[in-house]
């Protein structure tokens, strides 16, 4: 157990939908990630928090957006849901903000758009 | 650009026999970490290890050993005694100077048969 926790564990909804997952990290940890995992794309970074203000963005669609709040759990919203947007999504923590910290994942939210 | 490249898009070998994944990574940064993840059938990524550039040494936790050499931006995985728990696909990580997110290489999917 990395001590990130995710819910929903799964989740089927359909296009045009909106969804939103939710993340705690690790109990100490600032810094709050997601990433994306699909068969064609791999896993990819999608957004960085830190002490609830965004630190570093990578490949995420207008469509999504992230935040994170004062006592430092995170959600990210898919919006306009899409069939290519079925995937797993990973929340991940570590202390800092900085490279070198070791980055800790949660089971991920496994996302089906139908 | 940063860059990790898994070329053994899957391995199989039977229980006992040692294997090696390979992981090959393209930075320009001088510091940078690089990290070993497992994912296993049930989705979860685990943290394996982290190791900074300035550390060449070779590590060893159990069966588990790893191989990082400079010269030929290598940081390759290797496991003793093989057994089927192993099974899983393996993801190499490179993280820079700028920012703690982690990119990724494709992965090797291990299989290892009784």
């Known amino acids: 157990d990395s001590g990130v926790t995710q819910t929903p564990k799964h989740l089927i909804t359909a296009t045009g939908q909106r969804v939103t997952l939710r993340c705690s990290p690790r109990?100490?940890?600032?810094?709050v990630y997601w990433y994306q995992q699909s068969l064609d794309q791999g896993l990819q970074f999608l957004i960085q928090?830190?002490?609830?203000?965004?630190?570093a963005k990578g490949n995420i669609l207008e469509r999504f957006s992230a935040q994170q709040f004062p006592d430092l759990h995170s959600e990210l919203n898919l919006s306009s849901l899409e069939l290519g947007d079925s995937a797993l999504y990973f929340c991940a923590s570590s202390v800092g903000a900085f490279s070198g910290n070791t980055i800790y994942f949660g089971e991920g939210s496994w996302l089906t758009v139908v | 650009a940063q860059k990790v490249t898994q070329a053994q898009t899957e391995i199989s070998v039977v229980e006992k026999e040692d294997v090696t994944l390979d992981c090959v990574y393209e930075?320009?940064?001088?510091?940078?970490?690089l990290f070993w993840y497992k994912q296993p059938p049930s989705g979860e990524l685990v943290f394996l290890i982290r190791?900074?550039?300035?550390?060449?040494q070779n590590e060893i936790s159990g069966r588990y050993s790893w191989n990082f050499q400079k010269s030929t931006s290598s940081f390759n995985f290797t496991i003793t005694a093989s057994q089927v728990v192993d099974s899983a696909v393996y993801f190499c990580a490179l993280s820079g100077i700028k920012g703690g997110k982690l990119i990724f290489g494709q992965g090797t999917e291990l299989s290892v048969k009784p």
């Open positions: 109990s100490g940890d600032l810094s």
């Open positions: 928090y830190y002490n609830g203000e965004e630190r």
């Open positions: 190791r900074n550039s300035f550390d060449e």
């Open positions: 930075t320009r940064d001088t510091t940078y970490y």
